[in-house]
């Protein structure tokens, strides 16, 4: 019994290194709203579970079915500001840089690597609901609590 249990286990180590996909623990959990559902893979890259809302769901679908407890990116923060404390979500604003960058790869991907640093300078696994972080080009962005 002990061997057969010590063979499966050899047999997935030797399957994993033969090139199947390890997965560690993500970072957090990422929602990106379909403005910017380009940012979807390179923050995958960087370790974030993120999911994006079937086109067609309106503000409030979203807010409903997927924000509890995450985050969400988004050009439209003045959509999300009003019900973050009561969907209990936060929210990283893009308003105000000049270029959000579509490149489908992080290490190229200047926006998802913004939003990577800043959810660590921020300790954003940490606060996960009631906030609004706007991010800025200059890399002084604004945090601040919500309700």
């Known amino acids: 019994m002990v061997t057969n249990i010590i063979d499966r286990i050899l047999e997935r180590y030797q399957h994993n290194k033969q090139g199947a996909t390890k997965t560690g623990m993500a970072r957090g959990f990422l929602i990106v709203d379909e403005n910017v559902a380009f940012l979807e893979k390179p923050l995958e890259e960087a370790n ?15 807010k409903k079915r997927l924000l509890g407890k995450r985050i969400i990116i988004t050009k439209n923060t003045q959509d999300f500001l009003d019900d973050a404390p009561v969907y209990d979500y936060g929210i990283i604003g893009l308003e105000a840089l000049p270029f959000i960058d579509p490149t ?12 990577s640093k800043a959810y660590g300078d921020f300790e954003l696994h940490f606060e996960k609901t009631g906030f609004v972080l706007m991010l800025k080009p200059d ?8 309700g």
């Open 104 to 115: 489908p790869t992080y290490t190229k991907n200047e926006t998802a690597k913004l939003i």
């Open 139 to 146: 890399g002084k962005h604004t945090f601040k609590r919500l």
């Open 48 to 62: 974030f579970h993120v999911a994006t809302p079937d086109k067609g769901w309106d503000d409030t679908k979203i």
